[in-house]
């Protein structure tokens, strides 16, 4: 059993930490949005994608002499296993379609997290910065879209039945 604070195992916490962290902030925006999933979700997301990731970087490690293993396949399917929890987010209210930025943003944090434990902290935090101005500079754009005279939004309901 490693020591804790050994420098292989302080990598890790920072890199879980790092993940943790950047989901967090990216929650802490959808809970002032008021929406579903918030900052404990994210931050797991997050934390849980980078917690996959280091597995298959520690069983490429150990099993390094193995023919055949491809630690990537466990990476490839974080997207599948977000993709499941992203379609339980999405729902239909009134013929139209919520949640599906709340599960995209799950599905970026995702890979942030990805990113986070693969040590790629600059882009992890690029993306993080990203995703915030998504989810407020855009969502401002929209609403002022939305009220402007240019905007028809019975027309677009129209339009889609």
Not at 57 to 67: C, H, L, P, Q, T
Not at 112 to 120: N, P, T, Y
Not at 150 to 156: E, G, R
């Amino acid at each position: 059993m490693n020591n804790i604070f050994d420098v292989e195992t302080v990598d890790i916490i920072i890199r879980l930490s790092v993940a943790l962290i950047l989901g967090m902030i990216i929650g802490t925006e959808r809970v002032w949005a008021h929406k579903t999933a918030g900052m404990r979700t994210y931050a797991l997301v997050s934390m849980g994608s980078a917690l996959f990731v280091i597995v298959s970087d520690e069983m490429v490690k150990y099993y390094a002499g193995f023919s055949g293993l491809n630690p990537l396949m466990i990476v490839a399917q974080i997207v599948v296993g977000i993709g499941f929890i992203g379609s339980g987010i999405i729902f239909s209210k009134d013929s139209r379609m919520m949640g599906l930025t709340t599960a995209t943003g799950l599905w970026v944090c995702a890979a942030i997290g990805m990113a986070a434990g693969l040590k790629l902290f600059n882009i992890a935090i690029v993306a993080t910065t990203l995703t915030l101005f998504v989810f407020t500079v855009l969502w401002y754009l929209e609403e002022r879209l939305k009220k402007s005279k240019y905007f028809k939004d019975d027309l677009l309901q129209k339009d889609i039945n």
